[in-house]
């Protein structure tokens, strides 16, 4: 059983950044970031592929960085440029798939309990 525990999470004026973190006691290959926005559906954030490799979904694409630091069993999502459309409650997960190019919720196992990010205007 994994466990997944997301921090940094905070309140920050748009233009702002933060740093999320997700502690995890053992990670699969393949790990992304999710986030849910209030009545909207979990959407996927960033993947990050056994080698490092990332891919971002279009709405975070140059503004975010995913990262991992496999000796720590670590996440990481640096978030820069923040919107108030970032608003959301941000989740790491991790699958024994081989996931490629994008996250579908479907195909993670493990996930954290999650971490709220507000962005004010």
């Known amino acids: 059983q994994v466990q997944l525990m997301e921090s940094g999470g905070g309140s920050v004026q748009a233009g702002g950044s933060l740093r999320l973190s997700c502690a995890a006691s053992?990670?699969?290959?393949?790990v992304c970031w999710f986030r849910q926005a209030p009545g909207k559906e979990r959407e996927w954030v960033a993947l990050i592929n056994r080698n490092g490799l990332t891919t971002y979904a279009d709405s975070v694409k140059g503004r975010f960085t995913a990262s991992k630091d496999n000796a720590k069993n670590t996440l990481y999502l640096q978030m820069n440029s923040l919107k108030p459309e970032d608003t959301a409650m941000y989740y790491c997960a991790t699958s024994s798939r081989t996931v490629l190019g994008a996250c579908p919720r479907w195909a993670f196992e493990y996930w954290g309990q999650g971490t709220q990010v507000t962005v004010s205007s």
């Open positions: 053992g990670l699969y290959d393949s």
